[in-house]
């Protein structure tokens, strides 16, 4: 592993993947998962930490603002860099590390502008049990530029990690994770987001070497749709959409002719499967906004609730462009279409 240190580390990335680290258990597990991708990409690892120094008003009558001695909190910062970079010293991997000043969310969306992934724990330090998310991990996904990996600390055991927080302990030890299974499952619901989480899903299960499985869950009826005739029957509807998830996968294996492709349609919730997936797969894959969405919305309810929930990595893949979308029609019955 050759590496920078956190001074000489260079001020722009262009490519690879970034990974925030705070020196936190939840951190070292989004450190682990994201050094193995970076091996498996052959690509360079960006590690860094970011912070910002507070400022006090005065009380007194001379009334004017305090700061805290900026080296104080850098030289903390870089003890948290030089240890994971000791963490990951055992990969084959090109490793580079930098301690910057501002924001958490704000300097890893700038710097993850033009990098292929972006990495983080799913709770930072100060968080607590009933926060499942932290600020950082909830703020990238929606905002990110490329795609966002999510790693839940309640994984830590798959990298070897030890669990020291007692009420994760105490929740593993009443409901232990399942062993992962070699696949990777992406969330499907007819939406072109959902078209484009599926091709980066299908090139990271290409990546990792396990089948893909595109995951569709229809929900009950219910609330405004009571109107809908009791009559309508439903194993139609799932036997029609079957029919386009197979045309997808036509489509999906001219561009991946070699990867595994298996479909599941499921009766129930979305949110609720792909979470009950994540506890067994390599990772769980998202649009970040799916059929339903709206300009305003950045993260749709499923893929937020994923996130919010998941027992595993989870990957939000951002809105874009893709010219393998064009072809797609001329596969079949295009699901949503």
Known sequence: MSTDTPETAPQGIHGG???????????????????????????????ITAYSVPIYAA??????????????????????????????KDYDIDVDASVENGDASG??????READLLVVGSRGRGGFVGRLLGSVSSALPAHASCPTVVVPMICAGRFGQDVTDKHLKAELAKNPLEPVKPRVVVGAD?????????????????????????????????GSLAWVPAAMDREAIFADIQVQLDAGVLWLKSHFPELEITTRLVDGSPVEVLVDASRDSELVVVGTRGRGGFAGMLLGSTSDGVLHHAQGPVMVVPDREDPRLADRASFGPVLGG
Do not use: F, M, N
Not at 107 to 112: D, I, K, N, Y
Not at 193 to 219: H, M, N, T
């Open 190 to 222: 007819g939406s072109d987001q959902a078209r484009v989480a599926v091709l980066e899903a299908a090139a990271q299960a290409q990546r990792l070497g396990v089948e893909l499985q595109i995951l569709c869950a229809v929900p009950q009826y219910s």
């Open 17 to 47: 993947v970034i990974v925030g680290v705070d020196g936190s258990e939840h951190g070292q597990c989004a450190l682990s998962w994201a050094a193995r991708e970076a091996e498996r990409r052959r690509t360079t690892l960006h590690l």
């Open 107 to 112: 300097v890893l969306l700038e710097l993850g």
């Open 59 to 88: 009380s007194g009558l001379d009334g004017g603002y305090a700061a805290v001695d900026d080296s104080v909190i850098r030289e903390g910062a870089e003890s948290v860099l030089k240890d994971a970079l000791e963490r990951i």
